[in-house]
Structures are given as structure tokens and as C-alpha cells.
């Protein structure tokens, strides 16, 4: 059971838009940054959003993210086969004290 | 550029000490405001975080296995070592190491490719 709560699988069209949303607390989404990570099959992750809504340097501007309350959420528009991979949001724990991150969001692009 | 590579036995007998390295280059554990943090994946399943290493010593640990961690740097080396006691089968997963900045919550930006452990007798 993760501390925080992400939907276990979504589906969405190719060139649609899908929201992938992660639940927390106070002790860890409330008061810290959230950062989402893309896993492709068979690859380690990769860092896609940091401080709630900001890209590193090469993520396409497909990929967004915010933050209100206790509860984050990653977008992707424009939704691509390619984009076919899991999603995990993690964050800080100040109660804790731990990193935690999400059960992960398997991600089809049917 | 940032690189991160795991290395370490890829099968271990249950109740024995599992020993990674990280092994890394383009940045310098000497650095003000550097960590390292490792992160394991058992297998078809979530990211679970272990622990975190930064430039000034400091260490954080998951508090579950708290007991059984512990985490070393050799800055000379560019390495940084964990150390899991009484390996279970549970254990089995893909063992990750990855640079993160202090205070950036779970913001880890670059990853090594992962190490697959096993445990069985």
C-alpha cells in the first residue's frame, strides 16, 4: 500500500489529452515538491516534472504538472504511442521522514 | 554529462549481506548541495526508495529497513555504497542509484541503469 495514491492503469486515443493524478497528505504532497517519473518497459525511470511543475531540459512541453492541496496531477496532450510507459509521482514525507512515491499509473495508448 | 552505473551480485542466498556500488561520473559527491540516493523495484511492481547520501555526510534512511541499511561514500572513488543485511526473497528486485539535489524532495534526475538482485537458495 503507497502512501501516495495514483490510479493503477489508464487508456486514452492517440492525440488525446489524459491526466494521471496522485493523492497524498499534508505530511508529504501538502508541504513538498512533486516530481513524476516515466518508466518505459524494461528502462529505469526517468524524471519528467520536478518541483510540482517544472520540465527538465529535453522533456517536450507535451508533459505538464501541478499541485493543489494534497493532490498532484500530471497532463500529457497530444498523447503519443511512444508515451505507452508507467507513471510515478513521489515526494518528500515530513512526518516520515522517508521518500515516498506512488503505486504507479500503467499508461496505454490504444 | 551525468552518468550512474550499479554493480553487485546479481543473486545472493537468503540472511546474507548484499553489497552495491554506485559507481558515477560528471558530478563530484564533494559538491555542495549533491546526493545520491538508491531506489529499488521489485519485480512488476512500485519504486521504493532505501536511502540518500549527500556531499556533507548527511544519510537518510527509509525507516522500514533502517535496520538493515547502511549507506558510505568514497568521494575519491566516485562511489557510494549500500550494504542490505539478512537479504530476504522479498528482496528481489532491481536496485537503482540515482543523483538527486539537497532538498529537492524526491527529485532524482539521473538514474543508473538498474541491477537486477535475486535472492534464493
Not at chain 1, 26 to 40: F, R, T
Request: glycine residues 10%.
Amino acid at each position: 500500500q503507497s502512501v501516495l495514491t495514483q490510479p493503477p492503469s489508464l487508456s486514452a486515443a492517440p492525440g488525446q489529452r489524459v491526466t494521471i493524478s496522485c493523492s497524498g497528505s499534508s505530511s508529504n504532497i501538502g508541504n513538498n515538491y512533486v516530481s513524476w517519473y516515466q518508466q518505459l518497459p524494461g528502462t529505469a525511470p526517468k524524471l519528467l516534472i520536478y518541483d510540482n511543475g517544472k520540465r527538465p531540459s529535453g522533456i517536450p512541453d507535451r508533459f505538464s504538472g501541478s499541485k493543489s492541496g494534497t493532490s498532484a496531477t500530471l497532463g500529457i496532450t497530444g498523447l503519443q504511442t511512444g508515451d505507452e510507459a508507467d507513471y510515478y509521482c513521489g515526494t518528500w514525507d515530513s512526518s516520515l521522514r522517508t521518500v515516498v512515491f506512488g503505486g504507479g499509473t500503467k499508461l496505454t495508448v490504444l | 554529462q551525468i552518468t550512474l552505473k550499479e554493480s553487485g551480485p546479481t543473486l545472493v542466498k537468503p540472511t546474507q549481506t548484499l553489497t552495491l556500488t554506485c559507481t558515477f561520473s560528471g558530478f563530484s559527491l564533494s559538491t555542495s548541495g549533491v546526493g545520491v540516493g538508491w531506489i529499488r523495484q521489485p519485480p512488476g511492481k512500485a519504486l521504493e526508495w532505501l536511502a540518500l547520501i549527500y556531499w556533507d555526510d548527511d544519510k537518510r534512511y527509509s525507516p522500514s529497513l533502517k535496520s538493515r541499511l547502511t549507506i558510505t561514500k568514497d568521494t575519491s572513488k566516485n562511489q557510494v555504497v549500500l550494504t542490505m543485511t539478512n537479504m530476504d526473497p522479498v528482496d528481489t528486485a532491481t536496485y537503482y542509484c540515482a543523483h538527486t539535489p539537497r532538498g529537492s524532495g524526491a527529485r532524482f534526475d539521473y538514474w543508473g541503469q538498474g541491477t537486477l538482485v535475486t535472492v534464493s537458495s
